[in-house]
């Protein structure tokens, strides 16, 4: 079998928005992103979307995905990960879709990357144990 090709590229995040049950970042270019990992929920949904506007507008972002990741939903937005700048040096890099689960504003789809799943189940598991977000009342 073939290598797995990965892409990035960067962009400056100009709106977060909700398509369905992603949360997404619409680049400076148009692009539209849906956060790979992570589903919106209803309960979630709006505190989710003032938590990414804070995190991410007009921020220039990297966005990562590979060919065997990256999929378009169903109106033909790709998923991807969407990974923060750092404001200081030595800081760990994270992406906003391991971030808004561990904030507990989100929770896993079961459709992404294999390889990602565990570290995406590990990080809910967290909001779960902490009571964080959705999870601070019952199951969402």
Request: glycine letters at 4%; proline letters at 4%; aromatic letters at 4%.
């Amino acid at each position: 079998p073939s290598a797995i090709k990965r892409y990035s590229t960067t962009g400056k995040v100009v709106a977060v928005i909700a398509l369905a049950e992603r949360y997404a970042v619409q680049l400076e270019d148009g692009q539209i992103i849906a956060l790979a990992g992570a589903k919106a929920t209803d309960a979630a949904r709006t505190e989710g979307l003032a938590y990414l506007q804070d995190l991410l507008k007009q921020k220039t972002v990297s966005v990562r995905y590979d060919t065997q990741s990256a999929r378009s939903d169903s109106i033909d937005n790709l998923s991807a990960y969407v990974f923060i700048p750092q404001t200081n040096p030595g800081e760990k890099t994270e992406s906003a879709n391991l971030l808004v689960l561990r904030r507990g504003l989100a929770v896993v789809d079961e459709d992404a990357e294999a390889s990602m799943l565990p570290v995406l189940r590990t990080t809910e598991q967290d909001a779960k144990k902490t009571k964080t977000g959705i999870w601070s009342t019952s199951e969402p």
